[in-house]
Every structure is written in structure tokens, then in C-alpha cells.
């Protein structure tokens, strides 16, 4: 079985509060006997927890502007899960698809496995008690929101053996996913992408929480300043960052497949990383060559 944890927001403002009810919810109906945690002091993050019957572990190390330490995070999964599948996800997702039937045909000892999220404006609380939620959910998705592109991910499974070593990187800041797919292939780690097998949902929200929350035009918006800096700076300066379009194999309904050798070999060159990765290294062999 999995064990799904998160660090919320703050739960103090009324988009805020309904966002993250609707993903924990949705947590709870598509996984009923998952184990969820919930990380983090914050206002209401006990109350929510004691609500919905869910685990929860208040001590987690945040960097000088309060943010947690995905660090801490990932290491405090590990010690207080249960189960031996653990799975990262934002608490603004919402799940529409049954986790546990994606991870039958994966039959690797180690993996990493994460999928792209549709974007989708979502006002209200959702009503889980429609048995058609889900389908009316994705059609709406599909028909209003968009497929978000490979780099942000949303969730991440993997097993309790993945020896992530993972950075002090700030949660909720780019960077961190995108290393984490760069440091599962450095390790001939299985990364899988199962966009075509799990739906989920990110209910779209401003930055305005944060000083640093920018809106980038038809790309949302994003935590930037020093805080995106660090993060790009652990991540190796862009060198050693990923994007699931690096997956070496995808997960579908009927089961799992390998990419074949000349799409991975192209699909790599054309990823948005990719040229600055080239340029970076080159640029670090010629400092060193030269000594400089």
C-alpha cells in the first residue's frame, strides 16, 4: 500500500481552505486505505488533520523565509510511513485516478514515477458524493483547463529504497523536482512517466501568499527571487536537472513500456533543459581545462 504525504499552506483563507479540502479529499476517496501525513505547524494543518482522521507530524525544518526544507520532508516520510510505496503530491491536486491500480505492472525493485497534471480554475468545494465526480471532473479538464507541460511534477512515487539524497531545497519552488528525475537516471534508476495512467488535477491559484509569487503570461506563475536562486543552485545550475520528457519508460492502462532508443535519443535533445545543460557543461570543462 502507499503512504501519501504533503506539507500544506497555511489553511486561513477561503480559496486557500477549499483547495486543499478538495485535494486531501480526494486523496482519502480515490486511496481509501493509503496512509496520508501531513507535515507542518501551520494554522489549521492539526485541525484538518484531526477532521479527516489523518496522520500528522508537526516538526519539519523551513528555510529564513518559512518554507519548508524538502530535505526534512522527504527523510521524515521515510521514518513515519508505514508502508513501503511512498507518495510526494502538492496539496492542491486532485487525484482522479487509483494510484494502486498504476503500480501493479511496475515490477522494479527501485523506482521513480511522476505525470503531468491538467490545469483547471476551480471555485468551489467538489461534491465526492456524485458518482460521476471523476469522469465530470476530467471532461471539465479537459475541455476548459490544459495539459501542463513536462517539467513541473506534481507527484512523485518511488519506494522507501530510493536513496534520493535530496538537497535543503525549498518546497513549493521550482528546481527540485526536475533534479530529483536528473539524480534517478544518474542512478540507472527506472523513471517512468504515467501521465496515461494517473489523471490528477491542479486547481489553479495566484502566488500572492508569497513576496516572491510572480505571473509569467500564459505560463501561471511561480515563486522567483533568492529563493528560486538557491534552489537552482542545488540542482547544479540547471546541469543536473531533468524533465519527464527524460522518462526512459511510460505507464498506460494496459501496462508498462520502454521508450525505444531513438525516441529517448531525440525526445532528450528537444527537452527545455537540454541546451542549457550543454552549454553549462561545456562551459565547467573549459574553466577546468584552463584552470581557471
Known amino acids: 500500500m502507499i503512504t501519501i504525504f504533503t506539507t500544506p499552506k497555511p489553511f486561513e483563507d477561503a480559496k486557500t481552505i477549499a483547495s486543499q479540502r478538495n485535494a486531501i479529499l480526494s486523496w482519502k476517496k480515490m486511496c481509501p486505505f493509503c496512509e496520508i501525513i501531513l507535515f507542518g505547524d501551520d494554522y489549521g494543518v492539526k485541525e484538518i488533520s484531526e477532521e479527516l482522521g489523518l496522520k500528522h507530524i508537526p516538526e519539519i525544518k523551513k528555510n529564513e523565509f518559512g518554507k519548508p526544507l524538502l530535505d526534512s520532508l522527504f527523510e521524515s516520510a521515510k521514518k513515519y510511513a508505514k508502508n513501503n510505496i511512498l507518495c510526494y503530491i502538492s496539496c492542491d491536486i486532485v487525484l482522479l485516478s487509483d494510484l494502486t491500480s498504476a503500480l501493479k505492472n511496475i515490477k522494479f525493485p527501485v523506482y521513480l514515477l511522476a505525470g503531468r497534471r491538467w490545469d483547471l480554475k476551480i471555485e468551489n468545494a467538489i461534491n465526492f458524493d456524485e458518482s460521476d465526480w471523476q469522469e465530470k471532473w476530467l471532461k471539465k479538464a479537459k475541455e476548459q483547463g490544459r495539459l ?89 545550475n540547471s546541469l543536473d536537472i531533468m524533465t519527464l520528457i527524460d522518462a526512459d519508460w511510460i505507464l498506460n492502462e494496459p501496462g508498462i513500456l520502454k521508450k525505444p532508443p531513438f525516441l529517448r535519443h531525440i525526445m532528450s535533445r528537444i527537452s527545455l533543459f537540454y541546451p542549457w545543460r550543454k552549454l553549462r557543461k561545456l562551459r565547467r570543462q573549459l574553466r577546468h581545462f584552463f584552470s581557471i
Request: charged share 20%.
Open 148 to 236: 501542463h507541460g513536462h517539467c513541473a511534477t506534481d507527484y512523485l512515487l518511488f519506494p522507501k529504497n530510493f536513496e534520493h539524497k535530496m538537497p535543503p531545497f525549498a518546497i513549493g519552488v521550482p528546481g527540485w523536482d526536475n533534479w530529483l528525475v536528473y539524480r534517478a537516471k544518474s542512478m540507472e534508476i527506472p523513471v517512468i512517466d504515467a501521465t496515461l495512467a494517473v489523471s490528477i488535477i491542479h486547481q489553479e491559484h495566484d502566488y500572492n501568499y508569497s513576496s516572491f509569487g510572480k505571473v509569467r503570461p500564459k505560463l501561471g506563475g511561480r515563486i522567483e527571487g533568492p529563493q528560486l536562486e538557491k534552489n537552482i543552485r542545488l540542482a547544479g
